[in-house]
């Protein structure tokens, strides 16, 4: 694999909330194009990392780059998503009463911002991606159902179909598996195998068969912990880590 440098770069982020370090001293960065899965027990700060990213949470210290030269500590939530950093939160929300192609329409990104203008017209440049994005989601079968009638695991494709309109940079993902059946989650599985390559990820999530399914035998999982970086390496080395073991056995 060629390697481009860093596409997100953290370093020594900390957020205290009255005094209590949510994130402390994170340091980690993803390559471009890779796709990173970050694990660990509940309240880690898996999340207030990624609302960190997105301009959600600011960070009292610390350095957040998007590639070499994005400050993304000087920009306001909308810009840093405009820049191409799409987040996809736990729960689906698809325009339920549209049709399956007129919501990744509506989700692609216009001149005037990155959320979905309702005035848009369907060009044939649109078009073209919705066929695109329709068939690497698997669901060209369900183009005309109301998004509102998906299955939960087609909803969960579809919103990222949704994101990746917007032609995003970056990807963040939490728990995009919670909820889905067993062989959604491996439909779901092989179309982020898919964009790999194409889009940098990364992937928050639990279900450890999922976070096997993405990593495979050489991908590189990181374990958060205490608002920092616990352990980093594929699934097999950091599953067998025993301070690792002792961060979730122990609470
Ligand atoms: P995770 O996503 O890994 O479960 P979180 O980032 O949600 O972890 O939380 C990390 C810690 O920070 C938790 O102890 C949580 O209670 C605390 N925390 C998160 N957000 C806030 C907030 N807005 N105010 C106070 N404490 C917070």
Request: charged fraction near 25%; glycine fraction near 10%; proline fraction near 4%.
């Amino acid at each position: 694999d060629v390697s481009h440098g860093p596409i997100l770069y953290l370093e020594d982020v900390t957020v205290s909330f009255d005094g209590f370090k949510a994130l402390n001293k994170l340091t980690l960065s993803i390559d471009e194009g890779e796709l990173r899965c970050i694990i660990g027990p509940n309240g880690a700060g898996k999340t207030t990392m990624m609302d960190v990213i997105t301009g959600k949470t600011r960070c009292q210290t610390g350095k957040v780059f998007l590639g070499q030269t994005i400050d993304l500590r000087r920009m306001d939530e909308p810009s840093i998503a405009r820049i191409g950093i799409g987040r996809k939160f736990q729960k689906p929300t698809v325009f339920a009463s549209h049709p399956v192609w007129e919501n990744l329409e509506l989700a692609m990104k216009t001149d005037k911002g990155w959320w979905p203008s309702l005035r848009s017209r369907f060009t044939r440049p649109a078009q073209a991606r919705v066929e695109e994005i329709l068939s690497l989601l698997n669901l060209e079968q369900d183009a005309f159902r109301l998004a509102g009638d998906l299955s939960h695991g087609q909803k969960q494709r579809l919103e990222i179909g949704m994101l990746l309109m917007q032609q995003p940079r970056l990807l963040l993902l939490d728990e995009p598996a919670a909820g889905i059946t067993d062989e959604e989650t491996m439909e779901l599985a092989a179309l982020l195998n898919g964009l790999r390559g194409s889009c940098s990820m990364m992937v928050v999530e639990h279900d450890m068969d999922f976070v096997g399914a993405l990593a495979g035998d050489t991908g590189k999982v990181t374990v958060m912990a205490e608002g920092s970086v616990l352990a980093e390496g594929t699934l097999d080395t950091v599953r067998a880590n025993d301070t690792v073991i002792e961060s979730y056995l122990g609470r």
